[in-house]
């Protein structure tokens, strides 16, 4: 299933945490959070994630400034992120590629959804 793979997911709405984290565990991930991207930051280099889920709009650090950094260190750049975005936010296809954003989803969205996108997301990155 999910080999206790660790998912990061840095979003500064606590609902949004909660309900991401609480689906993830169900079905058997390891889930960290971050409230901020300074904080995800953090998170990412000493924990690296098999994946980061972020926000794009949070305190500190916003997700696209977390994903370029993540990008920018050698420990850190293969990690996949899916970056959540508010409805109808679009970030052009080079800031995908430059900053590692495999997939970009729209609140609100279903939870059961983004567990699919989820495992999608680490199988491809297995299989690469």
């Given at each position: 299933m999910s080999e206790e793979k660790t998912?990061?997911?840095a979003d500064d709405e606590s609902h949004?945490?909660?309900v991401v984290s609480l689906k993830l565990r169900n079905a058997g991930y390891r889930v960290i959070t971050a409230c901020d991207g300074q904080e995800a930051l953090e998170m990412a280099?000493?924990?690296k994630p098999d994946l980061l889920i972020t926000?794009?709009?949070m305190p500190r650090l916003?997700?696209?400034e977390l994903c370029r950094r993540l990008q920018q260190d050698a420990a850190t750049s293969s990690i996949p992120t899916i970056m959540l975005t508010a409805r109808g936010y679009h970030l052009e296809e080079q800031d995908h590629s430059d900053n590692g954003i495999?997939?970009?989803m729209s609140k609100p969205f279903s939870?059961?959804?983004l567990l699919l996108t989820v495992n999608d997301v680490l199988e491809r990155a297995k299989a690469a």
């Open positions: 998912i990061l997911v949004i945490l909660n280099v000493s924990e926000d794009y709009h916003s997700g696209i495999v997939e970009m939870p059961r959804h």
